[in-house]
Structure formats: C-alpha cells, structure tokens
C-alpha cells in the first residue's frame, strides 16, 4: 500500500502545495499539485497572517482538487534567516467546515 505525503512551500512570490504517494518500491508519484501567489509576506516574513493562510488554502486545495485526496499531514517548508523551529505535533478541531486558521 502506498503512503500519502504532501508538501506545502511557503515562498514571497508563490505557494505551492504537492500530493503524492511514496510506492512500496520506494518511488515518489505525484498525484496533485497547486500554485497560488505569495499573500501577505514580505521578504519570507508573515506580514499578514489571514492573507498568508488564504494563499495556503488556495494552494492545498487545488492539489487536494486534483489529485482528489485530502492532506491530512503536511511537511512545510518557509525559508529565511529569521526561521527557527521546534518539531510539535498538534490536533485542532474545526467546527462547521475546514479551513486554514492561523
């Protein structure tokens, strides 16, 4: 059975989101993909975080549309000398929907 993964990055002129599934012989097949300009950031920082989340959702959302998944986990990638990370793993309920939420 093959393992879905999908991947979101995060730049100052474009968002882009991929879908694909990693085989069993260990090979990446892309199955979705979607673009959606860059909003509210300036420079790789987050200058307006709803415009930034609605760029994200577009993004996601064609993927999801055309390769007809739904991401349920995704790697990120934002780059910047400003970046500093801390792995976490979270849940969030969304009542009445989905949607990005910053």
Do not use: Y
């Not at 300009?37 to 609605?54: A, I, Q």
């Amino acid at each position: 059975m093959a393992t879905l993964i999908a991947a979101l990055d995060i730049g100052t002129t474009k968002t882009c989101a991929l879908i694909g599934e990693l085989t069993d012989a260990g090979a990446m097949r892309i199955l979705g993909a979607g673009v959606a300009p860059s909003r509210g950031l300036r420079k790789g920082v987050v200058t307006d975080v709803k415009e930034t989340s609605l760029a994200i959702a577009s993004a996601v959302e064609q993927a999801e549309r055309v390769s007809g998944m739904s991401a349920q986990e995704v790697f990120v990638g934002i780059a910047g000398a400003h970046i500093q990370s801390t792995n976490s793993r979270g849940v969030a309920g969304i009542h009445g929907g989905r949607g990005v939420m910053p």
